[in-house]
Nanobody
Framework: QVQLVESGGGLVQAGGSLRLSCAAS????????MGWFRQAPGKEREFVSV????????KYADSVKGRFTISRDNAKNTVNLQMNSLKPEDTAVYYC????????????????????WGQGTQVTVSS
């Protein structure tokens, strides 16, 4: 049974930091690119960041570049998103997702390419 379980969300003041984690099970984690997406109230879900299964390739949305850092540990089947200098516009439900990677540098930003999704974790940034 495939599971993606996010944790680490919460309430933080603008300028603060949070570290999201996603624990994966039920599939070969080391062959999947892992992405983070978010959905703010009244808006569509959007891409935040992705890391290839080799870890060699990372991509970020322009809105978070320089503030967020994605990482993964294939031995522990986890992917993390370190979020610094948070802004009120970062408020959203954050989702972890897995996308089978045919090669080690594969890292899609397209939501439709992802095979598995977590339930999400709420991040709220107060001004």
């Amino acid at each position: 049974q495939v599971q993606l379980v996010e944790s680490g969300g919460g309430l933080v003041q603008a300028g603060g930091s949070l570290r999201l984690s996603c624990a994966a099970s039920g599939f070969t984690f080391s062959r999947y690119a892992m992405g983070w997406f978010r959905q703010a109230p009244g808006k569509e879900r959007e891409f935040v960041s992705v890391i290839s299964w080799s870890g060699a390739i990372t991509k970020y949305a322009d809105s978070v570049k320089g503030r967020f850092t994605i990482s993964r540990d294939n031995a522990k089947n986890t992917v993390n998103l370190q979020m610094n200098s948070l802004k009120p516009e970062d408020t959203a439900v954050y989702y972890c997702a897995a996308d089978y990677g045919p090669w080690g540098s594969y890292a899609s930003v397209a939501e439709g390419e992802y095979d598995y999704w977590g339930q999400g974790t709420q991040v709220t940034v107060s001004s």
